[in-house]
């Protein structure tokens, strides 16, 4: 098996994992952490498609699409923490379940 | 020939470097103890490798930048180790 | 590579699967975050692995400075919150939650083994051989102006692209200032104590070489592996260290440079962009001949946005000072 081939199967597992995390993980920090392994599946896929020819150097198109992918990616990740730590600040709470509501929540306070 | 030869004795001293450092990461009890075995693999095991590149390097600036490469990492490796070490003392004698 | 380098993949492979899977499950969130930054490491060796070494050098930076200081920087707020116990304790919120937490890892489950099956007949279906876009790529390569395949694309195939992300990290850097100016009370942050004569040390050492490694990323980016946007992560992360051991970094700035470099990358874009539009008659077409100085101004800037950008994106939670000119409005 090349490793082109070896890890785009790698890439699909990385993004059901982290699919899976962000669906069942109630913590709004490991949601985001499966979130970015999810965008690591879908970056491993597109440059194991890229080199899949050994003769020839690998498709720059796909990398450079990656590299913006990259930042873009960060910028998101930057953001959705500082969500998280603003939600945590007016809610008290770092979990989505809307119908639990923990001993130690507080709604009212500003 | 006979450079390929040195090559690969530094390269495979370096692994064992490498390999014995992670070890002591994973086993040793406390960390001071891991801090000591972390800092052989960087210091010796890197230096080793490097060395093994070096024997192999094209031109006189790939092998500057291996060795700038090394340098950057003995420091960096030193002063993390240091304020570690430092956190970690500090939590110990005054604990909240 | 022969027989030693396909069973280095398949390790690599199986790491990568590993990590993955016990950052998702493992107990203390603060592991699960050590683990993620390990996972960004061997994702750039997976990328050189891969003939990647483009991304590699953007994964290095990012993968291993930016993210882990972003989510360990956040773990010690929510940590370090009077509220600690609603704060972070996760346990709690999976013992209380129990029955309906089964269910809804069960419908998870579901749902992502159905997707695996798809997926994995996509990945065993998609083309193992052709050459992709390489030949076109390399047949144009003459009239870029660069050197680098990957760099013509980013910055004149494919330019749309990176103006299109330049306005992403704008907006994002936007709205992390909007949240910041809703509420201006001091936080606790990670910031350690004031600078000591051992850091002081090693930052007049590494300083000048860290930015010398920046510029010397920006130049090769026209011939070899390097760019714009590496260079601009290597510059933020020198400026994100620097403040991180205590040192006073972007607050130097007055407001107005620092807003000017926040824009700077992509209000340049725009300009060449529409200056080409009305001399070329089309958005971003360089003329024959100019295609080499373009780029390199259009690196140059954007480089430099994205530095910025990306040091306010991270540090906006840690440095109060930098938003004292926004009053609350509250």
């Not at chain 1, 720059?60 to 600040?89: F, N, Y």
């Not at chain 3, 016990?22 to 003939?51: D, E, K, P, Y």
């Not at chain 3, 958005?283 to 040091?311: D, K, R």
Request: with cysteine.
């Amino acid at each position: 098996m090349t490793p082109d081939v070896l890890f785009k199967y790698v890439a699909v597992l990385l993004f059901v994992i982290g699919l899976y995390g962000m669906l069942s993980q109630p913590h709004m920090l490991r949601k985001i952490l499966a979130g970015n392994l999810m965008s690591v599946g879908v970056f491993l896929f597109m440059i194991a498609t890229a080199a899949r020819n050994a003769s020839i150097t690998a498709d720059p198109v796909p990398h450079a699409m990656v590299i913006t992918g990259i930042v873009v990616s960060i910028s998101v990740t930057a953001l959705a923490l500082m969500l998280v730590e603003r939600i945590q600040r007016s809610s008290k709470r770092i979990h989505l379940y809307w119908w639990f509501r923990h001993p130690h929540d507080r709604d009212d306070e500003p | 020939m006979i450079l390929n030869l040195f090559s690969i004795v530094f390269g495979l001293l370096g692994a064992v470097f490498f390999l014995a450092g992670t070890i002591g990461m994973l086993r040793f009890p406390d960390v001071f103890c891991r801090l000591h075995a972390q800092t052989k693999a960087d210091n010796q095991g890197l230096g080793f490798i490097i060395t093994a590149l070096l024997l192999q390097a094209d031109s006189v600036w790939v092998a500057l930048k291996l060795i700038l490469i090394w340098l950057v990492m003995l420091l960096a490796s030193a002063n993390i180790s240091y304020l570690i070490g430092r956190y970690k003392l500090r939590q110990h004698s005054e604990p909240e | 590579m022969g027989p030693v380098g396909g069973v280095f993949d398949g390790l690599l492979a199986l790491v990568l699967l590993v990590l993955s899977i016990r950052l998702l499950f493992v107990s203390s969130l603060f592991h699960a975050v050590v683990l993620f930054i390990a996972l960004g490491l061997l994702m750039g060796l997976t990328w050189v692995r891969l003939q990647a070494p483009d991304v590699a050098l953007a994964e290095a930076a990012i993968g291993a400075a930016l993210t882990g200081v972003l989510f360990i920087d956040l773990l010690y707020k929510l940590t370090h919150r009077n509220n600690i116990r609603s704060s972070v304790s996760e346990r709690l919120i999976y013992e209380q939650t129990m029955p309906r937490r089964w269910l809804t890892a069960c419908l998870s489950a579901l749902v992502c083994i159905a997707l695996l099956a798809p997926l994995l007949m996509v990945a065993a279906q998609s083309p193992t051989t052709g050459a992709g876009l390489t030949p076109a790529v390399s047949a144009a390569m003459a009239a870029t102006g660069v050197t680098h395949e990957v760099t013509a694309v980013l910055l004149n195939f494919r330019s749309f692209d990176t103006l299109l992300e330049l306005t992403v990290l704008f907006v994002a850097v936007l709205a992390a200032l909007t949240l910041r100016v809703m509420d201006t009370s001091s936080l606790p942050t990670a910031i350690p104590k004031p600078p000591d004569p051992l850091m002081d040390g090693l930052w007049r050492l590494l300083l000048p070489l860290l930015v010398a490694v920046s510029g010397y990323l920006l130049w090769l980016g026209s011939f070899t592996s390097g760019g714009a946007f590496q260079s601009g992560i290597v510059m933020a992360a020198t400026i994100i260290l620097l403040s991180l051991t205590g040192q006073r970094t972007l607050e130097l700035l007055p407001p107005l440079v620092w807003r000017a470099l926040l824009v700077v990358g992509l209000l340049n874009f725009i300009v060449v962009g529409a200056a080409m539009l009305m001399l070329e008659g089309a958005f971003l077409q360089y003329p024959q001949g100019w295609a080499g100085g373009l780029i390199l101004l259009l690196e140059v800037t954007a480089s430099l946005t994205i530095a910025t950008a990306l040091v306010t994106l991270v540090l906006g939670l840690s440095v109060p000072a930098m938003f004292k000119r926004y009053p609350d409005p509250r």
